[in-house]
């Protein structure tokens, strides 16, 4: 079992300032306010923040594997390893520019999760995308398209015996290859509701592998092409 860090909380004691926040969050050990320079002192009893286990009925019962085209952000290829190990993904495809975790600034944000989950590294995103739907996949793309719908109506049933699903995740800026939508079975986005069009990719991300794997009831695939 992996040992538990211990952590206390610091206060600052000037009383027209209070800052407040726990130890261990860097290298260095406060001594004074970042704020205002005054004594910084323990405040309260030392708590731990315990991993807690994994719960085997939250895996998922329908394989899926994500497929990253052309991201440019090792801090979000790093995340999206993260939340991939959380949500029970069972392999990465990395394609074109995409990072891999041989990049040492994944570990940033993959925090292990880089060196847990298996992945492949492919030049042509089309290619692994056609050679993945010669082997059975369902694509589903996650891009705000005019053909697209809300990830929140998709229902990614999960009988084993439906073949494994490929969610695709394109780049920050342009999005996923038209030559990718145009092959995908199903093209799904998140509803924005304010004046951005669209979510951090590694935050859309993981809005979208946790209701595809929630969204569990046994119905037929509703295939948007």
């Known amino acids: 079992m992996t040992p538990l860090t211990e952590f206390v909380m610091l206060q600052c004691e000037n009383e027209s300032c209070r800052f407040r926040c726990p130890s261990n969050l860097s290298h260095r050990e406060l001594d004074?306010?970042?704020?205002?320079?005054s004594s910084i002192s323990v405040f309260g009893a030392p708590f731990t923040n315990p991993e807690v286990p994994s719960l085997s009925e939250a895996k998922p019962v329908r394989p899926l594997e994500v497929l990253l085209d052309n991201l440019r952000s090792t801090l979000n290829v790093g995340s999206i390893f993260r939340t991939s190990d959380g949500a029970g993904v069972r392999k990465i495809h990395l394609c074109g520019t995409t990072p891999t975790p041989d990049h040492p600034k994944i570990a940033k944000t993959g925090l292990g999760a880089e060196i847990k989950i298996p992945w492949e590294y492919h030049r042509n995103g089309l290619d692994m995308v056609s050679h993945a739907r010669s082997?059975?996949?369902?694509?589903?793309s996650l891009e705000a398209a005019p053909e697209s719908r809300s990830i929140f109506s998709y229902t990614a049933a999960s009988d084993p015996s439906l073949p494994p699903i490929l969610l695709v995740i394109g780049n920050e800026i342009t999005g996923i290859d038209p030559e990718i939508l145009a092959v995908s079975d199903t093209i799904l986005s998140i509803p924005m509701r304010g004046v951005k069009s669209s979510l951090n990719v590694a935050v859309a991300f993981g809005i979208a592998v946790y209701t595809l794997f929630t969204n569990t009831a046994i119905l037929s695939k509703v295939s948007t092409r």
């Open 32 to 37: 004074r306010c970042p704020i205002c320079g």
């Open 135 to 140: 082997q059975g996949f369902e694509v589903v």
